[in-house]
């Protein structure tokens, strides 16, 4: 099956259950200052979740486009990594508005994957919250579930979009990619391995985290579900990666053509055809490279990209020529992505010439101090050196020194970084407390790297 052909048989699945489909929504959260990007399909529908945005339904379905590159659930650092983590992806999700709850979302999860899909029962594994007995006994009463195949787990089984706003405990379906692969079943020692592979989340809404951390329940319990859709398509498509599947098979021979590197299983090959992704989609849905908040996010993705390309040798701008590819890949199911097309590649081109001027040197001197290194870190002196000469991000920097097994003195940058900022209040003519007037005006100013872990607030 391809990919195109999963998404539309799950937007079907629900239709014929009572479901509404629901157009995507935009990679910016139009409603919500909190969340750095939409990071799963229930954003657009958190307002519907609080009972603050009457709709007129109370079953829904959507394919989201989705970013995780940043805020509460990053996978940046796992891309080129792990066989299943992507910075852009889809979410193929169903919601129940305060309507069906536990029995029917498990039931309808079990139906699509054994029946509309009909993947193996015996392949499939299953979690739940350790505190949840009522999953547990229709997951092994009423779908007969093997208890082999099921755990009751603590934290990786309570969702949240972010440190604020709707959350429940969860159930969570894996698929076992076999013995081949490495890794262990869920909850287990081995569990990061990536033979079991989690590709459907059933999150059980019941409250709304306030800011002060409590847990006030919802109006009614509902229900959103999350399921990767190119995780979903490397079962289907019987192959272990998601760079494996139809939908990256053209980016990944455009981004091999690009940069003069043939082999398309190259991990460097995979992060440039992965964030073409993230990049195009995030300039369709109006964010600019910038030195702030999302723009700052866009540009760190851009140019670890252009890095990547760097080292397979691409001595032009690459990056850009990737657009037509993705529009040929994916133009038809999002015509907002075909429209900007020509302005995509613009920025890109212009942000990858920007770069250039800096980016030789930089991995000049960043590859002559990890020559000289004593130990194995990286003074916070040439991170900042790196960052505030030649534009390398952080998380740029530390892209390069994990290759070599090198960690980065994040707190040595991190002093050096507020001396800059000392530096720039003293030299301020009117004696104003920049940092102050950063708090101020809260929503869209950028504070650097006071909060590397955590960047889901805007601030
Ligand atoms: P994992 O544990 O593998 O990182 P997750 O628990 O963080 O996944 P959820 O937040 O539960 O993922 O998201 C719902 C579904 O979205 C997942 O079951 C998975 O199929 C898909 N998904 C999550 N993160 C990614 C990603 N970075 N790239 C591709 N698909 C993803
Ligand atoms: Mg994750
Ligand atoms: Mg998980
Ligand atoms: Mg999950």
């Known amino acids: 099956m391809r990919s195109a052909e999963i998404r539309q048989a799950f937007l079907s699945f629900f239709e014929e259950q009572g479901h509404t489909i629901v157009p995507t929504g935009s990679l910016v959260p139009g409603n919500d200052p909190t969340l750095l990007f939409t990071n799963a399909g229930m954003v657009p529908f958190k307002d519907v979740f609080l009972g603050r945005d009457p709709r007129p339904y109370v079953r829904a379905t ?58 193996p029962k015996e392949k499939l594994w299953v979690t739940v919250h350790i505190s949840d007995d009522e999953a ?63 590709i459907w989340n059933l999150v059980f809404m019941q409250f709304d985290r306030d800011a002060q951390g409590t847990l006030n329940p ?19 498509q019987g192959v272990h990666s998601n760079y494996e599947i139809d939908l990256f098979q053209n980016l990944l021979q455009a981004a091999a053509k690009a940069t003069g590197h043939a082999d398309t299983a190259t991990p460097s090959l995979r992060v440039i055809a992965d964030h073409i992704r993230s990049c195009a989609f995030l ?14 996010v866009l540009r760190r993705i851009i140019r670890r990209a252009i890095r990547h390309g760097h080292k397979l040798g ?11 590819a993705l529009d040929a890949e994916m133009g ?13 590649a613009r920025v890109l081109l212009k942000e990858e010439e920007q770069f250039a001027r800096t980016l030789d040197h930089g991995m000049g001197l960043l590859n002559a101090a990890l020559e000289e290194l004593e130990g194995n870190m ?13 534009g390398f991000p952080f998380d740029l920097t530390a892209d390069v020194c994990r290759e070599r097994n090198v960690t980065l003195d994040e707190e040595g940058f991190q ?13 301020s003519q009117f004696g104003a407390d920049y940092s102050a007037s950063i708090e101020l005006d809260g929503e869209t100013s950028f504070t650097g790297y006071d909060r590397l872990e955590d960047q889901s607030t805007v601030t």
């Open 218 to 236: 919802l109006p009614k319990p509902s229900i959103d579900t999350g399921m990767g859709l190119e995780r979903v398509a490397a079962v289907m």
């Open 136 to 198: 547990e006994r229709i997951w092994k009463d009423e779908i007969g579930i093997d208890p082999e195949r099921f755990s009751r787990l603590d934290e990786d089984n309570f969702w949240q979009m972010g440190d604020t706003g709707p959350c429940g405990p969860s159930s969570e379906i894996f698929f076992d990619h076999g013995p081949d692969v490495w890794g262990g079943p869920p909850g287990s020692a081995d569990e990061d391995g990536d033979r079991y592979i989690e």
């Open 283 to 296: 300039i369709a849905d109006g964010v600019l490279p910038s030195n702030e908040g999302r723009g700052y």
């Open 314 to 324: 691409a001595t032009k701008p690459f990056f850009h020529m990737l657009v037509d």
């Open 378 to 390: 990286l003074s916070g002196e040439t991170v900042f050196k790196l960052y505030d000469t030649y």
């Open 415 to 427: 002093r050096e970084l507020e001396a800059q900022r000392e530096r720039a209040r003293a030299a």
């Open 62 to 119: 959507s394919a989201q486009r989705c970013v995780r590159a940043g805020g509460k659930h990053n996978d940046l650092d796992n891309v080129g990594y792990t066989a299943r983590h992507h910075t852009f992806f889809e979410m193929l999700g169903n919601f129940s508005f305060g309507d069906y709850f536990k029995h029917d979302a498990i039931r309808f999860a079990w139906t699509f994957l054994t029946e509309t899909l009909g993947l």
């Open 332 to 344: 038809k199911a999002y015509p907002e992505l075909r429209e900007a097309r020509a302005q995509i």
